[in-house]
């Protein structure tokens, strides 16, 4: 049985290209805090320690902790449009999210927030009562995976990472149908300062860019350096392995906590 303090590995050179290092927060998000040299500035919370990363490091992924369909099926059909939308918010098409735009915010942040809460697994494979497999290479295993389809193994042990795919798709869709039914984002911009971006969302607030974000609930504007100053103890007070900006300099929580 694979080890559950490691990741199950593919084959050498991963020649079916399953998905291995899974973002919970976008790459394409991280992108667009990213300064001249392609880094943002990460503080590493459980190593106490500031460096620069790219939006591809190790720290912003999890290991293979949901199956290749899931990251590419379902994960994507919300990350997609998402992206879109933000990008029209950043170039300054869209001012205000409308009905249709409310739900591809909703199911976006509820990604965030369940893929966050679900990049651990405890155990790389769970056992099945009454279930038989097995008698499938390893090649085939991954022709499987490629195409979607969860497989059991000798004994009926099943990958964790079927099941958690398929539990972190029923959990973003009710938390997006449910607790965020009612939910009314504005797009704010800081006056002065920057936006942290937490490893955990625990508020309704998505950062855009350094400077704009969406945030729930909150009227489309501008915002004081006060307001940014308590978005940004909230996002410091959720992380729990790290958070990152452009600029600390430029965030007036992390400076305090520095001092």
């Known amino acids: 049985m694979t080890s559950p303090e490691r990741h199950e590995r593919p084959q050498p050179g991963n020649p079916y290209c399953l998905a291995i290092d899974q973002h919970t ?75 249709a735009d409310r739900r591809v915010v909703n199911e976006f942040f509820a990604l965030w927030y369940m893929r966050s809460r679900g990049r651990t697994l405890t155990t790389q494979e769970h ?40 539990e972190l798709r029923l ?18 911009e800081a006056q002065e300062g920057e936006f942290l971006v937490p490893d955990v969302p625990l508020h309704t607030v998505i950062p855009l860019t350094p400077t704009r974000c969406v945030a729930s609930p909150a009227l489309d504007g501008m915002i004081t350096r006060q307001n940014l100053t308590e978005i ?20 007036p929580v992390w400076q305090s906590l520095r001092a």
């Open 25 to 99: 927060f976008p790459a394409a998000s991280i992108k667009r805090f990213c300064g001249p040299d392609g880094c943002v500035l990460v503080h590493d919370l459980l190593r106490n320690k500031v460096r620069r990363a790219g939006p591809k490091d190790d720290i912003f992924c999890a290991k293979r902790a949901w199956d290749h369909g899931s990251e590419t099926g379902f994960m994507w059909q919300i990350e997609a449009p998402f992206q879109e939308l933000a990008n029209r918010i950043v170039e300054r098409q869209v001012s205000t999210i409308g009905e």
């Open 127 to 166: 056992q099945a009562q009454g279930v038989t497999g097995g008698g499938l290479s390893k090649d085939q295993e991954e022709v499987l995976e490629r195409h979607g389809v969860m497989f059991a193994r000798a004994g009926g042990r099943f990958p964790a990472r079927f099941l958690n795919g398929h």
């Open 171 to 188: 959990r973003t869709y009710r938390y997006a149908q449910n607790e965020l039914a009612i939910t009314r984002w504005g797009i704010i």
């Open 232 to 251: 940004n103890r909230n996002s410091l007070g959720a992380s729990r392995a790290y958070f990152f900006a452009r600029d600390f300099t430029a965030c």
